[in-house]
């Protein structure tokens, strides 16, 4: 028996040898005169309910009460379950809510929607009966052959939200749902997130009927649809016949633009945008006009990017759900009042205004680095708060999906109490957790917590959910920090030893940070916390550092550390390949770089040195790249001193998910004095093709033996994005690394 284990069983025993005279006796010395009942014909949720609440009071006590049906009932000592003429309490629960009661020697326990009953099982199993489920492991049960209800029970309970999820890896396992009273997408959904393309696919018809498509920069493309299209409505309208008819159970359908731009500008969207304010007018009354058509069904859409705002004449008529993405806004302050929120909170006050059917899509972690600690931990109660107060009546909370990602377990868990009563106590729900998932170690963990969140206040850091662990190495993340942090995990590791169990739980808390002193690694290089020795050799203890983490993550049930990034595996392989890499002596090594146009500094951590410090980018442009954004890259290079060249050569990196293009033309220049340069070689460079994948583009320049000290590499940027990537508000980026002189 672990630690916990004991101590919930001795909390029984103790609130046992306690008991006032009207205290229910449900076990006795591991028998039981009870019996469960439930309707003469009840539903799958009563049913389920009843096999629950059995299977758990067995595990606890050894008795099994026997399961009957109310015309088989004889007046013995029962726990009534769901809607029987015996019931007791208020005569209607709201939503998925449920009510508990006790009445002399008898128990009710009742549901109101859904799984309503299922959910007050457990709220008994959890509070009455010492059982647990923190996360997606089995739950612990205390041994005891004595099982005790309070007498004169009398609770009542109903969800804020009518759609309660929170996205991370506890909730694939379905017991972890009811027990928290979550939803899934997957069970509520016919049609879900952005639909457009599964409802006019661009491979059927955009060969043949470009006119179904968007209309952009004088173009058809397959970007988005043609919402003034009849064609395109009457689609649209047979898919939902057929899919409806073949899901009739699903509760939403979700009618909503592909992720990205390219809103439909033909006239007839464009007259429609207009009288609305923008793109959203166009959307909300292509999805009304599909919900007139099936009345009894309830359809969602996007609020997000170019349809955030809320129309200014059309309201989403009453089956209609809009659901609004906190996707701008910043990490580190509430959302009620960040300056990053201000958006979204006129947006989300604008769509309160004009329909009572709001959801929210909230996220909770770092998409482009899922185990980067990413401490919002103390703003996920504010923010659940903040859209009760204004009508929200779902939330889905995106976090890492079933990959493990920073503290999955804590935010599945107190995002699940909140989403429940976004009032509930914090004191009490952290310390539930906390001491129930880590054991003794839970109070180290809390402090590791706090000690992350304290510094990201005091160093004014910002919380990017597609930020960096490198870009916050000068604030919450910086060694110095890293190592106090490491610390408190020491602590955590030292109290959990013995059990196994805790101690690979305190491991898995402690991933965030090993993996932040490798990514950082990578842009430290030869410095004191790179992974490069001085004379550009790899560190002796780093290869097996590497391993030792990708077997960790393996452990912990990671399957890919950024949203659609690399899996544990292929990880290891980038490492292998970076580590393999032949240290090239470049004369222009540790140069001072002089530059025209601005870096742009969130994404060049090393700023102009990033050219010089002797290390390449790979295909990730937060790592090694020196970002210049909607201007040429003029870089001058300083030498210190005259040396003879014989070729220069640098990296531009094509990504164009992310805006980043390769130069129209690149053209390097040598000089002996820094003021009369001569031209060593001009590149003009192939546009862009729609097909080209991400890739890293080499560029040499022969320089015959000269001799220089200064070198000047000048790359245009394309002036406008190619059509198929044109973006309202974005313009070309550019990349460039280590400029290489040998």
């Given at each position: 028996?672990?630690?916990?284990?004991?101590?919930?069983?001795?909390?029984?025993?103790?609130?046992?040898?306690?008991?006032?005279?009207?205290?229910?006796?449900?076990?006795?010395?591991?028998?039981?005169?009870?019996?469960?009942?439930?309707?003469?014909?009840?539903?799958?949720?009563?049913?389920?309910?009843?096999?629950?609440?059995?299977?758990?009071?067995?595990?606890?006590?050894?008795?099994?009460?026997?399961?009957?049906?109310?015309?088989?009932?004889?007046?013995?000592?029962?726990?009534?379950?769901?809607?029987?003429?015996?019931?007791?309490?208020?005569?209607?629960?709201?939503?998925?809510?449920?009510?508990?009661?006790?009445?002399?020697?008898?128990?009710?326990?009742?549901?109101?929607?859904?799984?309503?009953?299922?959910?007050?099982?457990?709220?008994?199993?959890?509070?009455?009966?010492?059982?647990?489920?923190?996360?997606?492991?089995?739950?612990?049960?205390?041994?005891?052959?004595?099982?005790?209800?309070?007498?004169?029970?009398?609770?009542?309970?109903?969800?804020?939200?009518?759609?309660?999820?929170?996205?991370?890896?506890?909730?694939?396992?379905?017991?972890?749902?009811?027990?928290?009273?979550?939803?899934?997408?997957?069970?509520?959904?016919?049609?879900?997130?952005?639909?457009?393309?599964?409802?006019?696919?661009?491979?059927?018809?955009?060969?043949?009927?470009?006119?179904?498509?968007?209309?952009?920069?004088?173009?058809?493309?397959?970007?988005?649809?043609?919402?003034?299209?009849?064609?395109?409505?009457?689609?649209?309208?047979?898919?939902?016949?057929?899919?409806?008819?073949?899901?009739?159970?699903?509760?939403?359908?979700?009618?909503?633009?592909?992720?990205?731009?390219?809103?439909?500008?033909?006239?007839?969207?464009?007259?429609?945008?207009?009288?609305?304010?923008?793109?959203?007018?166009?959307?909300?009354?292509?999805?009304?006009?599909?919900?007139?058509?099936?009345?009894?069904?309830?359809?969602?859409?996007?609020?997000?990017?170019?349809?955030?705002?809320?129309?200014?004449?059309?309201?989403?008529?009453?089956?209609?759900?809009?659901?609004?993405?906190?996707?701008?806004?910043?990490?580190?302050?509430?959302?009620?009042?960040?300056?990053?929120?201000?958006?979204?909170?006129?947006?989300?006050?604008?769509?309160?205004?004009?329909?009572?059917?709001?959801?929210?899509?909230?996220?909770?972690?770092?998409?482009?680095?899922?185990?980067?600690?990413?401490?919002?931990?103390?703003?996920?109660?504010?923010?659940?708060?903040?859209?009760?107060?204004?009508?929200?009546?779902?939330?889905?909370?995106?976090?890492?999906?079933?990959?493990?990602?920073?503290?999955?377990?804590?935010?599945?868990?107190?995002?699940?109490?909140?989403?429940?009563?976004?009032?509930?106590?914090?004191?009490?729900?952290?310390?539930?957790?906390?001491?129930?998932?880590?054991?003794?170690?839970?109070?180290?963990?809390?402090?590791?917590?706090?000690?992350?969140?304290?510094?990201?206040?005091?160093?004014?850091?910002?919380?990017?959910?597609?930020?960096?662990?490198?870009?916050?190495?000068?604030?919450?993340?910086?060694?110095?920090?890293?190592?106090?942090?490491?610390?408190?995990?020491?602590?955590?590791?030292a109290t959990a030893e013995g059990d196994t169990a805790f101690l690979q739980r305190v491991y898995r808390a402690r991933l965030p940070l090993e993996y932040t002193v490798l990514q950082q690694s990578r842009v430290y290089?030869?410095?004191?916390?790179?992974?490069?020795?001085?004379?550009?050799?790899?560190?002796?203890?780093?290869?097996?550092?590497?391993?030792?983490?990708?077997?960790?993550?393996?452990?912990?049930?990671?399957?890919?550390?950024?949203?659609?990034?690399?899996?544990?595996?292929?990880?290891?392989?980038?490492?292998?390949?970076?580590?393999?890499?032949?240290?090239?002596?470049?004369?222009?090594?540790?140069?001072?770089?002089?530059?025209?146009?601005?870096?742009?500094?969130?994404?060049?951590?090393?700023?102009?040195?990033?050219?010089?410090?002797?290390?390449?980018?790979?295909?990730?442009?937060?790592?090694?790249?020196?970002?210049?954004?909607?201007?040429?890259?003029?870089?001058?290079?300083?030498?210190?001193?005259?040396?003879?060249?014989?070729?220069?050569?640098?990296?531009?990196?094509?990504?164009?998910?992310?805006?980043?293009?390769?130069?129209?033309?690149?053209?390097?220049?040598?000089?002996?004095?820094?003021?009369?340069?001569?031209?060593?070689?001009?590149?003009?460079?192939?546009?862009?093709?729609?097909?080209?994948?991400?890739?890293?583009?080499?560029?040499n320049f022969a320089v015959s033996g000269e001799n220089a000290r200064y070198i000047r590499v000048s790359a245009v940027c394309p002036g406008t994005l190619p059509d198929w990537r044109a973006t309202p508000g974005k313009k070309a980026a550019l990349c460039c690394d280590e400029v290489t002189v040998e």
């Amino acid at each position: 028996m672990n630690s916990f284990l004991l101590t919930m069983t001795m909390m029984l025993h103790s609130a046992c040898s306690q008991q006032s005279a009207a205290d229910i006796n449900l076990v006795q010395q591991g028998s039981s005169s009870y019996s469960i009942v439930i309707p003469a014909s009840p539903t799958k949720a009563e049913d389920r309910a009843a096999v629950i609440l059995q299977q758990y009071v067995q595990q606890i006590s050894g008795a099994k009460l026997p399961v009957i049906r109310e015309n088989s009932y004889k007046d013995q000592p029962a726990v009534f379950i769901g809607s029987t003429a015996h019931s007791s309490g208020p005569e209607k629960i709201a939503g998925e809510g449920f009510h508990i009661g006790t009445a002399g020697r008898q128990v009710f326990i009742r549901g109101g929607s859904g799984k309503g009953v299922v959910y007050g099982v457990y709220y008994l199993l959890e509070t009455y009966m010492g059982c647990r489920k923190d996360a997606g492991v089995p739950a612990v049960v205390p041994a005891s052959k004595q099982v005790r209800i309070p007498g004169g029970l009398a609770v009542t309970q109903s969800p804020a939200f009518v759609y309660r999820e929170t996205y991370y890896p506890p909730s694939l396992d379905p017991e972890y749902l009811e027990w928290h009273g979550l939803h899934r997408f997957e069970d509520l959904w016919g049609l879900w997130g952005h639909s457009f393309f599964k409802l006019v696919p661009p491979k059927t018809y955009f060969a043949t009927h470009p006119e179904y498509f968007s209309l952009v920069n004088g173009k058809r493309q397959p970007m988005q649809l043609c919402l003034s299209n009849e064609k395109v409505y009457e689609l649209a309208v047979a898919y939902f016949k057929k899919a409806i008819a073949d899901n009739p159970d699903a509760m939403y359908w979700s009618v909503a633009p592909e992720d990205g731009g390219g809103a439909c500008t033909c006239d007839d969207c464009k007259k429609a945008d207009a009288a609305e304010g923008g793109p959203q007018g166009s959307l909300i009354r292509f999805v009304n006009k599909i919900a007139a058509q099936f009345p009894e069904q309830q359809f969602t859409t996007l609020a997000y990017g170019y349809t955030a705002k809320a129309p200014l004449k059309t309201k989403p008529t009453r089956n209609v759900f809009i659901m609004l993405s906190t996707i701008d806004a910043y990490r580190q302050e509430p959302l009620a009042a960040a300056a990053s929120a201000a958006g979204f909170r006129k947006n989300l006050e604008d769509w309160e205004a004009v329909t009572q059917n709001l959801f929210i899509w909230d996220y909770t972690t770092q998409f482009t680095n899922y185990l980067a600690p990413f401490p919002d931990y103390d703003n996920l109660q504010s923010n659940l708060q903040y859209f009760a107060k204004h009508h929200v009546k779902g939330v889905f909370s995106q976090g890492s999906g079933e990959t493990y990602s920073d503290m999955a377990e804590y935010n599945s868990f107190v995002q699940a109490q909140l989403l429940w009563n976004p009032n509930a106590d914090m004191t009490k729900v952290n310390s539930s957790f906390l001491n129930g998932y880590y054991g003794k170690a839970g109070p180290w963990i809390g402090k590791y917590m706090q000690a992350l969140s304290a510094a990201v206040k005091s160093t004014h850091a910002v919380l990017d959910i597609y930020g960096n662990p490198v870009f916050n190495a000068k604030d919450y993340l910086s060694p110095a920090r890293i190592d106090e942090y490491s610390a408190l995990l020491d602590k955590a590791e030292a109290t959990a030893e013995g059990d196994t169990a805790f101690l690979q739980r305190v491991y898995r808390a402690r991933l965030p940070l090993e993996y932040t002193v490798l990514q950082q690694s990578r842009v430290y290089g030869t410095g004191r916390y790179g992974y490069l020795q001085p004379d550009g050799s790899v560190s002796a203890k780093w290869p097996a550092r590497i391993k030792k983490f990708v077997a960790a993550c393996k452990a912990a049930g990671v399957t890919e550390l950024a949203e659609g990034g690399l899996s544990p595996d292929a990880y290891q392989q980038e490492w292998d390949e970076l580590l393999a890499r032949k240290w090239v002596k470049s004369l222009a090594f540790g140069a001072k770089v002089t530059l025209v146009n601005p870096y742009t500094p969130e994404y060049s951590p090393m700023k102009e040195q990033t050219l010089t410090d002797g290390l390449t980018g790979g295909k990730d442009f937060s790592y090694n790249w020196l970002f210049t954004y909607g201007k040429d890259m003029i870089a001058t290079i300083d030498m210190g001193s005259s040396k003879r060249i014989g070729q220069i050569s640098l990296n531009f990196l094509l990504d164009p998910r992310h805006y980043i293009f390769l130069p129209e033309r690149i053209t390097v220049e040598v000089s002996a004095d820094g003021s009369n340069y001569t031209v060593a070689g001009t590149q003009p460079v192939a546009p862009p093709q729609e097909d080209d994948a991400l890739q890293i583009r080499h560029f040499n320049f022969a320089v015959s033996g000269e001799n220089a000290r200064y070198i000047r590499v000048s790359a245009v940027c394309p002036g406008t994005l190619p059509d198929w990537r044109a973006t309202p508000g974005k313009k070309a980026a550019l990349c460039c690394d280590e400029v290489t002189v040998e």
